[in-house]
């Protein structure tokens, strides 16, 4: 009968005109606005509607629920005042406040009943409102005033029943925690019999709690339970208790988490296979699918160009012939002809630096080097130290088949090689495979291998390579690394789940902690099978067969990760446990690349079920918005989106309150507009590329495409519209446009939401950290105000404390940020302040002349800001203006005088 999304949005709107967005209604350890209090609330009572109004329980009438949804979107109206905003930022015993004001709460509930369609409610039921505001929190025996009023004013029967349920629905929503909430319910003899509540709760690691969170909701969800509140660490859930349902096991959960897992890598992860031929080739071995073997072989043949070596070698040359310094003086490293030099002496020649001899083999080499690179994948591939599936029998079998192909010795010659070294891999490999005839290969056209053209050649040693690789995993019959890893990654995830609980003891864990801590120090930075672990990042006791040896590629400076590399001297890797490996993992999965920073939403305190909902849809609507710029999928490729260009928002944002913000207009708000030369600059690098593509031939163009275009003008106008779509054009289009999509999101239920960037906000800008964690800053305090979460950008080896103080912004870590904004996370309250003094400060840079390295900080920490009006005046970029006075006015230092205004 009632309709709760309309009620909900004129509710938004009514708290929305009353300010509540900027008040607070909650700070001890974490804040919540008076808005999101309230809406919450309101959100709990229209999920438990269909319980409570049921005749097993309490039977409301229509009047009834609409008396509730009243009385609770208002019970906090009194924490409005500013006397009790000013109190609640420092509160103190002597000066207590109450936001119970009687008056305010009757004059607010005709007008909000107006806003809901009620205004049929008569005085007297109004009033029953009234009375349950200010019953809401009173404790035993303060009451009686409010009930004896009721009583006497003739309120109906039911008023101490509706206003103990205002009361348990506000006990339960205040909680700080999913386990309080549970108990606020359970000890409240108003929900206790009529409201069964049940959590799951898991430790925040990272993108794998994401996971944990949505699995857990889904064996909950199946059971018939539905989440009530969502916090960032857990979800309590209600049913009905004479439902009687069931609470899922820590294994149902888990079924779930690895179909989850098992979806999530089964993408192409083709990109992250083939790892650097100069370090490790094969990075990410748990990853192998043994069925994807010709793809990586594939991706490996086009790690490296064909021309690259030949290129360098042609420029040290020159160099020799215009009589420049000779490339092999000492100490500058080993040249193209070194190289060749080097190769002789392997193959036991002898010749000339830049003879025409060695310009042949130069170009031998250069041409070579894609296969080098198939050969040193192979290798990795078929090697059980790399991967266990392949076993020793596997390698034997392995060795049988590459000598009967490429012949005797030849397997040994591959098995010397090591990273690229391109002497060495072409006398150990790749002459092997091109002294071979055409008729073994079924190219009985050429005599040797080496006569057969570049791209065929490649595709003949990728067949040959692929074929034994396939022989011996088929006959070793294991499953694929990858097979295994859902399951693995299932298992490490599902420990990080508190609730339910799987029956471990708390005490046998905590001692064991304290026993690796004590004998794990010898063991720092060393992989040791007899070693004993702390894992550095989430300190879990682990022993040398549950951890992984994590390297660069999976941890910046890993010796930053305990102190321990004080006293053992820096290390190249440390141990990390099972969970924390497969983590970082599962992210580098996801987004195809490590990410740059990571934007961290979670609800500030808790969120009800509607609200989550729409948090979810809002952020998703958003990121596929800004991909879809990206891309250039809209508009017309004038314009940009950088959450970076910080000046550019605060322009856009002009004298807006960025509290009336609303997710649609984020996308406008970090978009910016190619300069016309920039645009210019492109076309013309488009036109280019196209020429080169299509040999300059425009027909050629026309047919492969399948459209006419009589000049390359009118086909660079096309590519910018999007109106071609031959694949190498629009990979053209991509390059030369910048049409990248750096913005992910992994987002699966309103707990916890990540936003991935694979480049940094504010990269691309020669600026100090400084100045750099300040536009992090602004973006988060933005995204803080228009998504009413706690927002965090972070690197993600800088672990965020997500449990102390949170407000609306984490602020960088970065001393002289932190000290200049005084906390570490920006508090609601002062979140508009800070957003226009980011703003202010970013448009006043450039005519400060300041140097733009610290400028951003440097304006921002100015004290008196005042005497920016002088640098501005001398900077001699133009005149101090009163636009620039009203820019200063906003910055923090600013004191404005008491008495007399500065006005402009
Ligand atoms: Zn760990």
């Given at each position: 009968?009632?309709d709760p999304g309309n009620l909900r949005s004129a509710a938004a709107a009514w708290m929305m005109s009353r300010g509540w967005k900027h008040k607070l209604a909650k700070t001890r350890g974490y804040e919540q606005s008076l808005f999101e209090h309230s809406l919450n609330e309101f959100d709990v009572l229209v999920e438990l509607l269909p319980i409570l109004t049921s005749s097993r329980h309490y039977n409301l009438s229509d009047t009834e629920q609409k008396i509730l949804l009243v009385a609770l979107l208002i019970h906090d109206a009194g924490k409005e005042t500013e006397e009790w905003q000013?109190?609640?930022?420092?509160?103190?015993?002597?000066?207590?406040?109450?936001?119970?004001?009687?008056?305010?709460?009757?004059?607010?509930?005709?007008?909000?009943?107006?806003?809901?369609?009620?205004?049929?409610?008569?005085?007297?039921?109004?009033?029953?409102?009234?009375?349950?505001?200010?019953?809401?929190?009173?404790?035993?025996?303060?009451?009686?005033?409010?009930?004896?009023?009721?009583?006497?004013?003739?309120?109906?029967?039911?008023?101490?029943?509706?206003?103990?349920?205002?009361?348990?629905?506000?006990?339960?929503?205040?909680?700080?925690?999913?386990?309080?909430?549970?108990?606020?319910?359970?000890?409240?003899?108003?929900?206790?019999?009529?409201?069964?509540?049940?959590?799951?709760?898991?430790?925040?690691?990272?993108?794998?709690?994401?996971?944990?969170?949505?699995?857990?909701?889904?064996?909950?969800?199946?059971?018939?339970?539905?989440?009530?509140?969502?916090?960032?660490?857990?979800?309590?859930?209600?049913?009905?208790?004479?439902?009687?349902?069931?609470?899922?096991?820590?294994?149902?959960?888990?079924?779930?988490?690895?179909?989850?897992?098992?979806?999530?890598?089964?993408?192409?992860?083709?990109?992250?296979?083939?790892?650097?031929?100069?370090?490790?080739?094969?990075?990410?071995?748990?990853?192998?699918?043994?069925?994807?073997?010709?793809?990586?072989?594939?991706?490996?043949?086009?790690?490296?160009?064909?021309?690259?070596?030949?290129?360098?070698?042609?420029?040290?040359?020159?160099?020799?012939?215009?009589?420049?310094?000779?490339?092999?003086?000492?100490?500058?490293?080993?040249?193209?002809?070194?190289?060749?030099?080097?190769?002789?002496?392997?193959?036991?020649?002898?010749?000339?630096?830049?003879?025409?001899?060695?310009?042949?083999?130069?170009?031998?080499?250069?041409?070579?080097?894609?296969?080098?690179?198939?050969?040193?994948?192979?290798?990795?591939?078929?090697?059980?130290?790399?991967?266990?599936?392949?076993?020793?029998?596997?390698?034997?079998?392995?060795?049988?088949?590459?000598?009967?192909?490429?012949?005797?010795g030849s397997w040994d010659a591959l098995q010397s090689t090591s990273t690229l070294m391109p002497a060495k891999d072409m006398a150990s490999t790749v002459d092997y495979f091109w002294a071979l005839t055409g008729e073994a290969v079924n190219h009985p056209e050429v005599q040797k291998l080496a006569e057969l053209p570049d791209q065929t050649r490649l595709q003949v040693l990728i067949d040959l390579l692929n074929g034994i690789a396939q022989e011996v995993y088929a006959s070793v019959g294991r499953p694929s690394p990858r097979d295994i890893l859902s399951q693995n990654m299932a298992q490490?995830?599902?420990?990080?789940?508190?609730?339910?609980?799987?029956?471990?003891?708390?005490?046998?864990?905590?001692?064991?902690?304290?026993?690796?801590?004590?004998?794990?120090?010898?063991?720092?930075?060393?992989?040791?099978?007899?070693?004993?672990?702390?894992?550095?990042?989430?300190?879990?006791?682990?022993?040398?067969?549950?951890?992984?040896?994590?390297?660069?590629?999976?941890?910046?400076?890993?010796?930053?990760?305990?102190?321990?590399?004080?006293?053992?001297?820096?290390?190249?890797?440390?141990?990390?446990?099972?969970?924390?490996?497969?983590?970082?993992?599962?992210?580098?999965?996801?987004?195809?690349?490590?990410?740059?920073?990571?934007?961290?939403?979670?609800?500030?305190?808790?969120?009800?079920?509607?609200?989550?909902?729409?948090?979810?849809?809002?952020?998703?609507?958003?990121?596929?918005?800004?991909?879809?710029?990206?891309?250039?999928?809209?508009?017309?490729?004038?314009?940009?989106?950088?959450?970076?260009?910080?000046?550019?928002?605060?322009?856009?944002?002009?004298?807006?309150?960025?509290?009336?913000?609303?997710?649609?207009?984020?996308?406008?708000?970090?978009?910016?507009?190619?300069?016309?030369?920039?645009?210019?600059?492109?076309?013309?690098?488009?036109?280019?590329?196209?020429?080169?593509?299509?040999?300059?031939?425009?027909?050629?163009?026309?047919?492969?495409?399948?459209?006419?275009?009589?000049?390359?003008?009118?086909?660079?106008?096309?590519?910018?519209?999007?109106?071609?779509?031959?694949?190498?054009?629009?990979?053209?289009?991509?390059?030369?446009?910048?049409?990248?999509?750096?913005?992910?999101?992994?987002?699966?239920?309103?707990?916890?939401?990540?936003?991935?960037?694979?480049?940094?906000?504010?990269?691309?800008?020669?600026?100090?950290?400084?100045?750099?964690?300040?536009?992090?800053?602004?973006?988060?305090?933005?995204?803080?105000?228009?998504?009413?979460?706690?927002?965090?950008?972070?690197?993600?080896?800088?672990?965020?404390?997500?449990?102390?103080?949170?407000?609306?912004?984490?602020?960088?870590?970065?001393?002289?940020?932190?000290?200049?904004?005084?906390?570490?996370?920006?508090?609601?309250?002062?979140?508009?302040?800070?957003?226009?003094?980011?703003?202010?400060?970013?448009?006043?840079?450039?005519?400060?002349?300041?140097?733009?390295?610290?400028?951003?900080?440097?304006?921002?920490?100015?004290?008196?800001?005042?005497?920016?009006?002088?640098?501005?005046?001398?900077?001699?970029?133009?005149?101090?203006?009163?636009?620039?006075?009203?820019?200063?006015?906003?910055?923090?230092?600013f004191r404005r005088a008491p008495e007399k205004e500065v006005s402009v």
């Amino acid at each position: 009968m009632l309709d709760p999304g309309n009620l909900r949005s004129a509710a938004a709107a009514w708290m929305m005109s009353r300010g509540w967005k900027h008040k607070l209604a909650k700070t001890r350890g974490y804040e919540q606005s008076l808005f999101e209090h309230s809406l919450n609330e309101f959100d709990v009572l229209v999920e438990l509607l269909p319980i409570l109004t049921s005749s097993r329980h309490y039977n409301l009438s229509d009047t009834e629920q609409k008396i509730l949804l009243v009385a609770l979107l208002i019970h906090d109206a009194g924490k409005e005042t500013e006397e009790w905003q000013v109190y609640v930022q420092n509160p103190r015993a002597d000066r207590w406040i109450s936001h119970i004001i009687p008056d305010l709460t009757r004059n607010l509930i005709p007008e909000l009943c107006g806003k809901l369609g009620f205004e049929q409610l008569t005085e007297p039921v109004q009033r029953i409102m009234a009375h349950c505001v200010e019953f809401h929190h009173s404790r035993p025996g303060k009451s009686d005033g409010a009930i004896f009023e009721a009583m006497l004013t003739g309120g109906s029967d039911r008023f101490l029943t509706l206003a103990y349920l205002v009361r348990a629905i506000d006990h339960f929503c205040s909680a700080g925690s999913a386990a309080q909430a549970r108990e606020a319910v359970e000890h409240d003899p108003a929900l206790a019999n009529h409201l069964m509540v049940a959590i799951h709760e898991a430790v925040v690691r990272g993108v794998s709690t994401t996971y944990v969170h949505s699995s857990s909701q889904v064996a909950f969800q199946q059971k018939g339970w539905r989440p009530l509140l969502y916090f960032s660490n857990a979800t309590i859930y209600g049913a009905d208790p004479n439902d009687q349902r069931l609470i899922p096991t820590v294994n149902e959960i888990s079924g779930f988490l690895q179909a989850q897992i098992d979806a999530v890598i089964s993408r192409d992860v083709t990109p992250l296979m083939v790892g650097s031929p100069t370090a490790n080739i094969l990075p990410k071995p748990d990853l192998f699918a043994f069925s994807e073997s010709r793809q990586y072989l594939q991706s490996a043949g086009g790690k490296i160009g064909a021309q690259s070596f030949a290129r360098a070698y042609d420029r040290e040359k020159s160099r020799i012939v215009k009589g420049g310094s000779d490339p092999r003086s000492p100490g500058k490293g080993k040249t193209k002809a070194d190289v060749i030099l080097a190769y002789w002496k392997l193959v036991k020649r002898k010749g000339d630096p830049y003879s025409l001899e060695m310009d042949r083999d130069v170009a031998r080499l250069s041409v070579a080097q894609p296969e080098m690179l198939v050969f040193k994948f192979f290798k990795a591939m078929v090697d059980p130290k790399k991967l266990d599936s392949v076993t020793k029998e596997g390698a034997d079998l392995a060795k049988g088949l590459y000598e009967k192909t490429f012949g005797h010795g030849s397997w040994d010659a591959l098995q010397s090689t090591s990273t690229l070294m391109p002497a060495k891999d072409m006398a150990s490999t790749v002459d092997y495979f091109w002294a071979l005839t055409g008729e073994a290969v079924n190219h009985p056209e050429v005599q040797k291998l080496a006569e057969l053209p570049d791209q065929t050649r490649l595709q003949v040693l990728i067949d040959l390579l692929n074929g034994i690789a396939q022989e011996v995993y088929a006959s070793v019959g294991r499953p694929s690394p990858r097979d295994i890893l859902s399951q693995n990654m299932a298992q490490a995830f599902v420990k990080d789940i508190i609730r339910p609980s799987a029956g471990s003891d708390i005490r046998a864990f905590a001692s064991e902690q304290l026993d690796h801590y004590c004998r794990s120090k010898p063991f720092a930075g060393k992989d040791n099978a007899q070693g004993i672990y702390l894992c550095p990042i989430c300190n879990a006791p682990f022993n040398f067969n549950d951890g992984v040896r994590a390297s660069a590629d999976f941890i910046d400076s890993p010796q930053t990760h305990t102190n321990r590399g004080v006293a053992c001297g820096p290390f190249g890797y440390i141990m990390v446990c099972t969970a924390c490996y497969y983590e970082r993992l599962l992210l580098q999965i996801l987004l195809g690349s490590r990410p740059a920073e990571i934007i961290t939403l979670l609800p500030r305190l808790n969120l009800g079920p509607a609200k989550g909902e729409q948090l979810v849809r809002k952020v998703r609507e958003w990121v596929e918005g800004a991909k879809a710029q990206l891309r250039g999928e809209s508009g017309n490729l004038q314009s940009g989106f950088s959450l970076g260009f910080t000046e550019q928002a605060a322009r856009h944002l002009g004298d807006r309150d960025p509290f009336t913000l609303e997710s649609d207009e984020l996308l406008s708000l970090f978009s910016y507009r190619i300069a016309g030369d920039k645009q210019k600059e492109r076309e013309q690098e488009a036109m280019r590329r196209l020429k080169e593509e299509f040999d300059n031939d425009l027909n050629a163009l026309g047919v492969a495409c399948g459209q006419s275009f009589s000049t390359w003008e009118s086909v660079v106008e096309a590519l910018i519209e999007n109106q071609i779509h031959q694949q190498e054009v629009k990979a053209i289009r991509r390059d030369v446009f910048r049409l990248f999509e750096t913005i992910y999101l992994i987002c699966q239920t309103p707990n916890l939401i990540l936003i991935p960037l694979t480049y940094e906000i504010a990269s691309g800008k020669e600026e100090a950290e400084t100045s750099k964690a300040l536009r992090r800053l602004y973006v988060a305090l933005i995204l803080s105000l228009v998504f009413e979460s706690s927002v965090a950008i972070h690197k993600q080896a800088d672990p965020v404390d997500f449990q102390s103080g949170m407000g609306a912004a984490y602020v960088p870590p970065i001393p002289a940020v932190r000290s200049l904004i005084g906390h570490d996370w920006l508090h609601i309250t002062e979140a508009k302040c800070w957003v226009a003094a980011i703003g202010a400060a970013s448009m006043l840079v450039r005519d400060t002349g300041l140097p733009a390295r610290s400028a951003l900080y440097q304006v921002l920490a100015a004290d008196p800001p005042e005497k920016l009006a002088r640098r501005i005046e001398e900077a001699g970029s133009g005149r101090l203006t009163p636009r620039h006075l009203r820019l200063i006015e906003q910055l923090p230092g600013f004191r404005r005088a008491p008495e007399k205004e500065v006005s402009v």
